[in-house]
């Protein structure tokens, strides 16, 4: 794919690109150097238009709210997708179904479903993401997980744009994973909840957000969750392994891990992607030398 390409097919499909983007100040850690080309597709149709044309012959990769990614320093080469703001809809339907787009947020779903007097979705307002996010990654906490409300996902394949549908009886979730493709885009999801008095959803809500200030660090550049805790047979906590491993006062330029809540990495000013990265390592390494257990990181890393 090449720059003229990319001119031509603004031109004729009336798409706007930007091209050696900066992409720090897009993700959380607030690390992150440019990208060759980036697109903000402002309906289906200029999406399902790129893919169908370039889908085959480009690196793509779709940025949500990226509350849980590290980018590389480097520039990008390829397409860096964000969907616009007609991605992020969020429709009410009968029987207290709740339609959303995949650019939504997680929080703004919750709100909307609290406001609408429907339960079951009071855990999203913990979570800093978007809902394409959360279906990759089956996103939860508190106990509950998207594939707990999750009725279906529409889905575009980024190799040729074609659209789809899949209920999620098709799909095999577990601890933040799904088999989902990875050669498809979200675009939108359908959940249930159970009709509540929205006094009720309130109460649970505020318990929620009181209970994550409490225990993780917040208003600082960080990717939420490093690793995920561990699924092979140890009752140990990630956190509990870190603090038992590591010493909390390890830095590498700028990245450090937070006093408040040690499986949290945060950027303390100008952190380079490689100071993050060599923290990751270093903490990797040492849980598994003083436990054995050979940690999985939550975060993902776009070198």
């Known amino acids: 794919m090449r720059y003229k390409e990319i001119v031509r097919f603004s031109d004729k499909t009336k798409t706007k690109f930007l091209f050696n983007y900066n992409l720090k100040n897009f993700n959380w850690f607030n690390i992150g150097g440019t990208a060759k080309y980036f697109f903000k597709p402002e309906s289906l149709e200029q999406l399902s238009q790129f893919l169908k044309e370039f889908g085959n012959k480009s690196n793509i990769f779709v940025l949500g709210a990226?509350?849980?990614?590290?980018l590389t320093d480097n520039v990008f080469d390829g397409v860096v997708i964000k969907l616009g703001k007609n991605f992020s809809n969020i429709t009410l339907m009968p029987n207290n179904i709740i339609v959303a787009g995949a650019a939504a947020s997680d929080k703004k779903l919750s709100e909307f479903a609290c406001e609408?007097?429907?339960?079951?979705?009071?855990?999203?307002?913990?979570?800093?993401?978007?809902?394409?996010?959360?279906?990759?990654?089956?996103?939860?906490?508190?106990g509950k997980e998207f594939k707990d409300i999750?009725?279906?996902?529409?889905?575009?394949?980024?190799?040729?744009?074609?659209?789809?549908?899949i209920p999620s009886s098709n799909i095999k979730f577990s601890y933040r994973k799904s088999d989902i493709n990875n050669n498809y885009i979200y675009l939108s999801a359908s959940f249930k909840?159970?009709?509540?008095?929205?006094?009720?959803?309130?109460k649970e809500i505020s318990f929620l957000k009181k209970k994550?200030?409490?225990?993780?660090?917040?208003?600082?550049k960080t990717g939420g969750s490093t690793f995920k805790n561990p699924q092979n047979g140890t009752s140990m906590h990630v956190w509990k392994l870190i603090q038992k491993s590591v010493p909390l006062n390890t830095t590498f330029g700028d990245a450090a891990i937070s006093e408040k809540h040690c499986n949290f990495l945060i950027n303390k000013g100008n952190a380079s992607f490689k100071d993050m990265l060599k923290?990751?390592?270093f903490i990797e390494k040492n849980v598994q030398s003083k436990?054995?257990?050979?940690?999985?990181?939550?975060?993902?890393?776009?070198?």
Do not use: H, W
Not at 291 to 300: M, R
């Open 150 to 165: 999750l009725l279906s996902i529409q889905v575009i394949d980024k190799r040729n744009g074609i659209i789809k549908t």
């Open 279 to 281: 923290l990751i390592k």
């Open 66 to 70: 990226g509350s849980n990614i590290l």
């Open 212 to 220: 994550k200030e409490m225990s993780q660090p917040s208003k600082i």
């Open 193 to 202: 909840g159970i009709k509540k008095e929205k006094a009720v959803i309130e």
């Open 116 to 142: 609408n007097s429907i339960g079951g979705f009071e855990f999203l307002s913990c979570i800093p993401g978007t809902i394409g996010g959360g279906l990759k990654i089956n996103s939860g906490c508190y």
């Open 291 to 303: 436990t054995g257990v050979k940690l999985e990181k939550e975060i993902e890393i776009i070198e």
